[in-house]
């Protein structure tokens, strides 16, 4: 298609080589899914752990909304960061707020539409959670 843009160029074992401007696209990309990490380690060591991550988990999409989905992950197996768990914790919430944004809209009941239920419906009701919401563990 004309508006196909190419992010990288494909390495020999097929995953996505990040080229210069990509690799500023990548970053651009981490920063708006991590602001609150970014203005936890400020910009010189925010910018350190985009540069490991995308040594480690290079993109292998030309979409780039899930690009930073394994950034938990790094931060509690690699060194310096696992040291701080808290900064797993930040990632884990803003990965989780991102999916929760991106989810899928559910139908909604109204108190109207409870109220007119016939009172033997009520034993066999079942109600489910919005797609948006997510439980998380955290440690701290």
Do not use: C
Not at 15 to 40: F, N, V, W
Not at 81 to 109: G, M, R, W
Request: proline content about 4%; overall charge negative.
């Amino acid at each position: 298609p004309g508006d196909l843009v190419i992010f990288g160029e494909i390495s020999l074992s097929g995953g996505l080589r990040p080229i210069s401007q990509a690799e500023a696209r990548l970053k651009e990309a981490m920063e708006t899914d991590y602001k609150k990490l970014h203005a936890y380690l400020g910009d010189e060591q925010f910018d350190s752990l985009l540069e490991l991550y995308i040594q480690k988990y290079p993109s292998k999409q030309i979409n780039l909304r899930h690009f930073g989905a394994s950034m938990a992950t790094l931060l509690r197996d690699e060194e310096p960061y696992n040291q701080l768990p808290i900064l797993t914790e930040i990632a884990t919430i803003e990965s989780a707020f991102t999916d929760s944004f991106d989810a899928k809209d559910s139908s909604i009941v109204s108190v109207e539409d409870l109220a007119s239920l016939k009172p033997e419906a009520w034993g066999t009701l079942n109600f489910d959670f919005q797609a948006s919401l997510q439980l998380i563990s955290l440690t701290e």
